[in-house]
């Protein structure tokens, strides 16, 4: 049996990006985000599996990166836990909107494959369950009270809204600015975020 050489793949760094990525699309779709391990894409992209941490730091930021995600989930909710509890509604509403609802979001190919693909649709309900609703319980201000609960409305209030304006094109939706629509939203999303 010959042993994969460890270290940088030769030739074009670039190359062997794509390559990853590719692979790790293949992967989650067959896998889902849970069984896809970092060993299995590295294999499925003939590189050494210490590339990818060195490419895309670990599995949720590979991810991220194969599907196009304009920013990591995990890293959008520190930020928005970093304001004051009273301006994290409005904050939580306008930065997943403008992840997957805005004019050129990226992150709407996942969604669109999720709702006619049950290998996608499980990929990211993995995803949410493993990634976004762990990272939200630090948005709220009573997390020990049904936050699991809480973080899952708070991404079906807003998911809802994104397929509704860019997959539907519900008028209403369609028609308004991300201002008005984030006035709109930030109270119900303050609620789930403060309610005691």
């Known amino acids: 049996m010959t042993k994969r050489p460890t270290g940088r793949r030769p030739g074009d760094p670039d190359e062997t990006k794509r390559a990853i990525l590719d692979a790790a699309?293949?992967?989650?779709?067959?896998?889902?985000f849970d069984r896809a391990t970092i060993?299995?894409?590295?294999?499925?992209?003939?590189?050494?599996?210490?590339?990818?941490?060195?490419?895309?730091?670990?599995k949720r930021g590979l991810f991220v990166a194969a599907h196009e995600l304009p920013a990591d989930p995990v890293e959008m909710f520190a930020r928005v836990a970093a304001l004051p509890v009273a301006e994290r509604g409005a904050a939580a509403a306008r930065s997943y909107l403008q992840l997957?609802?805005?004019?050129?979001?990226?992150?709407?190919?996942?969604?669109?494959a999720a709702a006619t693909d049950a290998d996608a649709a499980v990929m990211l309900r993995e995803f949410i369950d493993d990634t976004i609703i762990p990272a939200g319980l630090?948005?709220?201000?009573?997390?020990?009270?049904e936050g699991e609960l809480r973080v899952a409305l708070i991404a079906s209030h807003l998911l809802g809204v994104a397929v509704a304006r860019r997959i539907v094109g519900?008028?209403?939706?369609?028609?308004?600015?991300?201002?008005?629509?984030?006035?709109?939203?930030?109270?119900?999303i303050q609620r789930y975020i403060d309610a005691p």
Do not use: C
């Open 25 to 32: 699309r293949r992967t989650f779709a067959t896998h889902g």
């Open 39 to 58: 060993r299995a894409i590295a294999t499925e992209a003939d590189v050494d599996p210490a590339l990818i941490p060195h490419h895309f730091g670990n």
């Open 100 to 112: 997957f609802a805005g004019q050129d979001s990226t992150g709407l190919s996942l969604l669109r």
């Open 138 to 145: 630090s948005v709220l201000e009573h997390s020990e009270i």
């Open 170 to 188: 519900i008028s209403p939706f369609v028609d308004r600015s991300l201002d008005d629509l984030v006035a709109a939203l930030a109270p119900v």
